[in-house]
């Protein structure tokens, strides 16, 4: 139990860091880093097929067309998701993306309700209302809905339901994911000129620190869910449910210490409101667990 914690805790937290890694990445096109990313993560799990003894339940997984269908779905989410967050948080709006992740457990008891038809409770109820008029409020201060929040939050809650519906491990699941994407990553490098055969022109024009910088996102990418999966398998569901707030509470104190993105204060109330809902929401969860 106790280890299965800390597992949480140093995964949440590396989620939490991220913008500082991807802050590094500034001065590379976020689609860019993208494929980077997909590429360098494919690589980083590709010995662990191999490792973990994956192979014959991968090569069950290529065979069955729902469950392929399901992870290139899954594929397309979590490329979204990753894309839109190294967007946001290199164009100066890393609070959105903290508010993003702050919100995704609630959308979460929203896709409950309409989509599983999970009844309500009042708690849960009033914890939904308060985020919504959160969300009025920061509409209020900036002129326009946090739309990149709302489409992190979106893309990571469809990308939890493909998995519900098709429960490949985690994994496994993300090789294949990658490797879905590993193509469409590779043409696209190809085109911006990032490598051809037997070229790397834009490459050579990196420094050997963001060559490395760039190479480190497979590992950024794997090991927090590497350490997330182990945690997973040791801890209750409604305890990993409340480490989660780690990970958004890590990207706002970036955000606002490390990048110093100006808070306004219909900002600070919407900010304010979301903990108070996701306080409200987290002691329904372990009452009613």
């Not at 409950?112 to 969300?135: D, S």
């Not at 699941?173 to 790397?200: D, K, N, R």
């Not at 350490?227 to 606002?256: D, K, N, W």
Request: aromatic share 16%; charged share 10%; with cysteine.
């Amino acid at each position: 139990m106790r280890y299965g914690l800390l597992l949480a805790i140093f995964a949440y937290t590396l989620w939490g860091m991220m913008p500082l890694y991807f802050r590094l990445l500034q001065s590379i096109p976020a689609l860019e880093v993208l494929a980077y990313r997909a590429l360098f993560s494919f690589l980083v799990l590709l010995p662990l097929l191999f490792f973990r003894k994956n192979l014959i339940e991968f090569g069950k997984q290529c065979c069955n067309l729902r469950s392929l269908g399901l992870l290139a779905l899954g594929a397309l989410l979590i490329g979204m998701n990753w894309g839109f967050f190294i967007y946001v948080v290199n164009n100066d709006m890393a609070l959105q993306a903290s508010l993003g992740y702050y919100i995704n457990p609630l959308v979460n008891v929203m896709v409950g309700l309409f989509i599983f038809k999970e009844r309500f409770r009042k708690t849960q109820w009033l914890a939904v209302t308060i985020a919504a008029f959160a969300v009025v409020l920061f509409a209020l201060e900036v002129g326009t809905l946090p739309y990149w929040s709302f489409i992190l939050a979106f893309s990571f809650a469809g990308y939890g339901i493909v998995h519900r519906y098709n429960p490949t491990r985690s994994t496994l699941a993300l090789f294949i994911e990658t490797l879905i994407m590993l193509p469409v990553a590779l043409l696209f490098l190809s085109y911006v000129g990032s490598f051809s055969v037997g070229s790397f022109s834009k490459l050579e024009t990196y420094s050997t620190s963001l060559i490395a910088t760039i190479a480190l996102s497979g590992l950024v990418t794997v090991v927090p869910l590497l350490l997330f999966s182990g945690a997973a398998r040791r801890i209750p569901f409604s305890t990993l449910g409340l480490c989660q707030y780690i990970s958004p509470t890590g990207q706002f104190l970036c955000a606002v210490l490390v990048f110093q993105e100006p808070m306004l204060p219909l900002q600070w109330a919407c900010f304010i409101l979301i903990w108070i809902a996701l306080v409200l929401l987290s002691y329904d969860t372990v009452k009613n667990t």
